[in-house]
């Protein structure tokens, strides 16, 4: 499976969770996707796994990720956030989905 494939999976996955645009940035061996979703924006870092064919998406939101940035680096490093761990497409889709919307809730209560 290769990277731009999860990325569009990602994608998806933010829309579905609300989001309207999606802005994707490159670097290196990681794509950060941002994604701007109810009073917050929705960031996600895509690498691929040590293990072949997984990837790994954490999604964080904007507003707690000022300290560490919203580069690959500082989004591992960001204590906030959830994870997406898997070799599936649909199943990278729709954990985005649902992750993304229960962020926005933590974030808005």
Same mark, same amino acid.
């Given at each position: ?17 609300? *989001?309207?645009?999606? =802005? ?11 994604? $701007?979703? &109810?009073?917050? %924006? !929705? ?18 939101? *904007?507003?707690?990720? =000022? ?11 960001? $204590?906030? &956030?959830?994870? %997406? !761990? ?24």
């Amino acid at each position: 499976m290769r990277l731009d494939k999860v990325v569009n999976a990602v994608k998806e996955g933010l829309r579905r969770a609300g *989001a309207e645009r999606v =802005a994707v940035s490159r670097g290196g061996g990681c794509v950060v996707v941002e994604a $701007p979703i &109810g009073n917050d %924006v !929705i960031v996600a870092s895509v690498t691929q796994g040590s293990v072949d064919e997984y990837y790994i998406v954490k999604l964080v939101p *904007a507003s707690k990720a =000022a300290e560490t940035g919203l580069t690959c680096v500082g989004l591992e490093y960001t $204590p906030y &956030g959830l994870f %997406v !761990i898997s070799n599936d497409l649909e199943e990278i889709t729709e954990k985005v989905a649902v992750k993304a919307s229960k962020l926005l809730k933590w974030v808005s209560t």
